[in-house]
């Protein structure tokens, strides 16, 4: 019995040693993705601060676009995990983060105008668009769209979601309602900018099961805070800016609607309450997309179950 044990005890060992090896080979992929946050000059006027997770030799590249009332932070820990096979951006629109906030007499921070902001980045940061997927939400997501009207070989394929393509305001949060016309929308705003905290504290949970709210990360938090007001503008004001203009920017969309070639997947939180799953499911139908309901999710599953995020963009990015 003493001799078997024996016998077998090289193999026990080296299987131990390779599990061992396996895993510091993986924390050795990770601590090696360095993420470099900077600022890139898109234009004479306009900076904004990035996020890249670098790769020495990428299966693709993935660029983040994030929404309201986000910044670039809340990619980090999937650009993290993304960046063991691919290269990851992610920049702060402008009016969030520490990206610049120009008057408005300069930039309006409409979707249009976000539109531009996407392409100048993509121009100027060399990243490879036939590599590239784009993954937006919120008040990224039409910007991106936009942008593909105009120039279809953008990126490879974008995944988008949660957002309102169309004028549909039935499906929206009556606060949202309420930014898309004066003067409701004035009055949304003051109270947006008197009530910061309780919207940074509360946006992602609302609407989620008391045992469904999830926690993010106090680096994310930290940022949002720091990042809500710079240069005498808040990150509402620049919200009350992109809907100034939504409206007029969604039927520009929807009216060129059969221009739009890029490759499009629709990803809809199934309890999102801010833009109800049926605007999705409209979008969809119309433009003849490829339609996923997120069941058990809300407006921020990227944040509520980030690996569901990353199958679809390694799905995306593998195909």
Same mark, same amino acid.
């Given at each position: 019995?003493?001799?078997?044990?024996?016998?077998?005890?090289?193999?026990?060992?080296?299987?131990?040693?390779?599990?061992?090896?396996?895993?510091?080979?993986?924390?050795?992929?990770?601590?090696?993705?360095?993420?470099?946050?900077?600022?890139?000059?898109?234009?004479?006027?306009?900076?904004?601060?990035?996020?890249?997770?670098?790769?020495?030799?990428?299966?693709?590249?993935?660029?983040?676009?994030?929404?309201?009332?986000?910044?670039?932070?809340?990619?980090?820990?999937?650009?993290?995990?993304?960046?063991?096979?691919?290269?990851?951006?992610?920049?702060?629109?402008?009016?969030?983060?520490?990206?610049?906030?120009?008057?408005?007499?300069?930039?309006?921070?409409?979707?249009?105008?976000?539109?531009?902001?996407?392409?100048?980045?993509?121009?100027?940061?060399?990243?490879?668009?036939?590599?590239?997927?784009?993954?937006?939400?919120?008040?990224?997501? #039409?910007?991106?769209?936009?942008?593909?009207?105009?120039?279809?070989?953008?990126?490879?394929?974008?995944?988008?979601?949660?957002?309102?393509?169309?004028?549909?305001?039935?499906?929206?949060?009556?606060?949202?309602?309420?930014?898309?016309?004066?003067?409701?929308?004035?009055?949304?705003?003051?109270?947006?900018?008197?009530?910061?905290?309780?919207?940074?504290?509360?946006?992602?949970?609302?609407?989620?099961?008391?045992?469904?709210?999830?926690?993010?990360?106090?680096? #994310?938090?930290?940022?949002?805070?720091?990042?809500?007001?710079?240069?005498?503008?808040?990150?509402?004001?620049?919200?009350?800016?992109?809907?100034?203009?939504?409206?007029?920017?969604?039927?520009?969309?929807?009216?060129? #609607?059969?221009?739009?070639?890029?490759?499009?997947?629709?990803?809809?939180?199934?309890?999102?309450?801010?833009?109800?799953?049926?605007?999705?499911?409209?979008?969809?139908?119309?433009?003849?997309?490829?339609?996923?309901? #997120?069941?058990?999710?809300?407006?921020?599953?990227?944040?509520?179950?980030?690996?569901?995020?990353?199958?679809?963009?390694?799905?995306?990015?593998?195909?």
């Amino acid at each position: 019995m003493l001799k078997s044990s024996i016998q077998k005890l090289p193999t026990v060992v080296l299987v131990f040693m390779f599990l061992i090896s396996a895993g510091c080979a993986q924390i050795s992929r990770e601590q090696n993705s360095k993420v470099e946050i900077g600022f890139i000059d898109i234009n004479s006027d306009m900076k904004l601060r990035r996020m890249i997770v670098h790769h020495t030799t990428p299966k693709g590249v993935v660029l983040f676009l994030h929404g309201f009332p986000e910044t670039l932070y809340v990619w980090k820990d999937i650009s993290l995990i993304l960046a063991r096979d691919y290269e990851v951006h992610a920049f702060d629109w402008p009016g969030y983060g520490l990206s610049s906030r120009p008057s408005v007499e300069s930039f309006s921070y409409a979707p249009q105008d976000y539109a531009r902001v996407l392409k100048e980045y993509i121009g100027k940061s060399g990243v490879d668009t036939s590599k590239l997927v784009i993954y937006a939400t919120d008040i990224g997501a #039409l910007p991106a769209l936009i942008a593909a009207l105009d120039q279809p070989n953008v990126a490879k394929k974008m995944i988008v979601g949660d957002f309102a393509p169309f004028d549909r305001p039935q499906y929206m949060y009556e606060s949202l309602q309420s930014l898309k016309s004066k003067p409701s929308s004035d009055r949304t705003r003051a109270y947006m900018n008197s009530t910061r905290d309780e919207i940074l504290e509360n946006a992602f949970r609302r609407g989620l099961p008391k045992d469904e709210q999830f926690e993010i990360s106090q680096e #994310l938090r930290d940022d949002m805070f720091r990042g809500w007001s710079q240069n005498n503008m808040t990150s509402a004001d620049a919200f009350y800016h992109y809907y100034s203009h939504f409206t007029r920017d969604q039927d520009y969309f929807e009216s060129n #609607l059969n221009k739009l070639t890029t490759p499009v997947t629709v990803i809809w939180g199934e309890k999102d309450i801010y833009i109800n799953k049926e605007m999705g499911v409209e979008f969809a139908n119309k433009a003849n997309l490829e339609l996923i309901v #997120l069941i058990g999710l809300g407006h921020y599953p990227h944040l509520q179950s980030p690996k569901r995020t990353i199958a679809e963009i390694r799905a995306s990015l593998d195909t």
